[in-house]
Structure formats: structure tokens, C-alpha cells
T-cell receptor, first 113, second 113 residues
Framework: QKEVEQNSGPLSVPEGAIASLNCTYS??????FFWYRQYSGKSPELIMS????GDKEDGRFTAQLNKASQYVSLLIRDSQPSDSATYLC?????????????FGKGTKLSVKP | DAGITQSPRHKVTETGTPVTLRCHQT?????MYWYRQDPGHGLRLIHY???????DKGEVSDGYSVSRSKTEDFLLTLESATSSQTSVYFC????????????FGEGSWLTVV
């Protein structure tokens, strides 16, 4: 059973701080990694994707991937109250039998003003 | 939002009754998906479609059937609703299986009493 694990939180950080969200996955064949943000009562929206080891930066967001450790993380710099949401880690084994996404259960982030 | 419309958005139904949820897209994407999202379980794939009349099961397909007679429409049917099918249902679409182009609809809240 392929699994994606996340700390459910809630993770609480003060405004302006760095929020660090972590995710581990079980399938070593996984090839693509994604972070989705989901506001309460809304649908998930893709905010970051990463495919190779290392860091990928997009504005205040940095995704980090370590395939040897089967670990992917998301850093949010200068956190804002508007970043308060649930963050879903998703892993794809594109090229496998289905190529569909396996989602973690999500980490709830709360940014306090 | 990508051109995805789910209907109904909210429904309350009684145990044992049939229920059909509709997903309509205007993006002409090949792949369509139905997920359910529950507290403590995250997003789980029910069924997906890779073309007209081409569908396959996901992780939690028992009790559900799907049909896709047109590129733009993907129907999810609960033949005889049970309380365990109370959930939020998300339709999603993508151009390919890479995971990088998946977009979610706004969700359908289903309560089975």
C-alpha cells in the first residue's frame, strides 16, 4: 500500500515567520511531488511541484526533495495570515500502472497576526 | 478556476436511495477523476476516466459506479447510498498523467441520513 504521511498539525506560526511542512512517502518509484493548498470549504489548488532532488523556489515558497530519504518539504517564508490553510502533499508514480496522485492527509497551518 | 462544474453542490439524501453526481468540464481534458475527502483520510481516488467510455477503479471504488459518454461529462453514481458515503466529493481533470496539470472542481457535499 503506497502511503504519503504528513503531520496533521495544527502547525501554528507567528506572522512573518518561516513555516515548515513535511511529508514522507513509501513508494521509491515515485517520480513527481506536489504541494496543494486547501482553504476551508474550498477545493485543493496546486502551489508547487518538484521532480528532482534539491530545492525549488517560487516567491515565498520553497519545495525541497530528498529521494534517498523519501522526504519532501515545503517552506513558506514571511508567513501571512492568508497562508492559513491545510497543505496537502501529493506523490505521483507517473509511468506506473495508473499514474494517479496519492495524497497525504494534510497539515493544517495557522498563521497568527 | 478551470472550467469544471459539479452538480449538485449540496445534497441530503436517505439511506438506500440512488444518487448521481455530475462533473462537467469545458477544457477538453482527456482525464477525469472522482475523489472523496474525509477527515482523517484525506483525498482518495474513487474512479477515473482516460477517455469516453474508458474508466477504471481507484482506491475506494466499492459502492460507486461511473460513466463517461461524452468528453465533457463524468458521472458518479451511488446505486444505494449508505451513511459511510457521507463525504465531500471532488471532480478533477487533467491533460495527462503527470500530476502537474490536475485541476479540481469546487466539490459536492453529500449527506446520507
Amino acid at each position: 500500500q503506497k502511503e504519503v504521511e504528513q503531520n496533521s498539525g495544527p502547525l501554528s506560526v507567528p506572522e512573518g515567520a518561516i513555516a515548515s511542512l513535511n511529508c514522507t512517502y513509501s513508494d521509491r518509484g515515485s517520480q513527481s511531488f506536489f504541494w496543494y493548498r486547501q482553504y476551508s470549504g474550498k477545493s485543493p489548488e496546486l502551489i508547487m511541484s518538484i521532480y528532482s532532488n534539491g530545492d525549488k523556489e517560487d516567491g515565498r515558497f520553497t519545495a525541497q526533495l530528498n529521494k534517498a530519504s523519501q522526504y519532501v518539504s515545503l517552506l513558506i517564508r514571511d508567513s501571512q495570515p492568508s497562508d492559513s490553510a491545510t497543505y496537502l502533499c501529493a506523490v505521483s508514480n507517473y509511468g506506473g500502472s495508473q499514474g494517479n496522485l496519492i495524497f497525504g492527509k494534510g497539515t493544517k497551518l495557522s498563521v497568527k497576526p | 478556476d478551470a472550467g469544471i462544474t459539479q452538480s449538485p453542490r449540496h445534497k441530503v439524501t436517505e439511506t438506500g436511495t440512488p444518487v448521481t453526481l455530475r462533473c462537467h468540464q469545458t477544457e477538453n481534458h482527456r482525464y477525469m477523476y472522482w475523489y472523496r475527502q474525509d477527515p482523517g483520510h484525506g483525498l482518495r481516488l474513487i474512479h477515473y476516466s482516460y477517455g469516453v467510455k474508458d474508466t477504471d477503479k481507484g482506491e475506494v471504488s466499492d459502492g460507486y459506479s461511473v460513466s463517461r459518454s461524452k468528453t465533457e461529462d463524468f458521472l458518479l453514481t451511488l446505486e444505494s447510498a449508505t451513511s459511510s458515503q457521507t463525504s465531500v466529493y471532488f471532480c478533477a481533470i487533467s491533460q495527462d498523467l503527470s500530476g502537474n496539470t490536475i485541476y479540481f472542481g469546487e466539490g459536492s457535499w453529500l449527506t446520507v441520513v
